[in-house]
């Protein structure tokens, strides 16, 4: 999901490591959508909800990792 909502931006998504398992985690049940009127809340709900952190990589790409405690 964080790689479609980047590329519908113009943007990269980039990964520490693009073979952690949290990368194939289904984010919504099948058939369900989000509809939002910014981009910025996206990333507000990947934190609140899945721990996700993203920050700009430069170059027209954002990073992601999981953050674990």
């Known amino acids: 999901m964080i790689s479609a909502f980047c590329t519908e931006w ?4 980039v990964y520490l490591d693009d073979t952690e398992a949290w990368l194939d985690y289904q984010f919504l049940p099948d058939g369900q959508m989000i509809l939002m009127n910014s981009a910025m809340r996206m990333l507000n709900m ?8 993203c920050c700009d990589n430069g170059s027209e790409e954002v990073r992601s990792i999981r953050r674990t405690f």
């Open 10 to 13: 113009g943007k990269t998504a």
């Open 46 to 53: 990947l934190q609140q909800k899945r721990l996700i952190s």
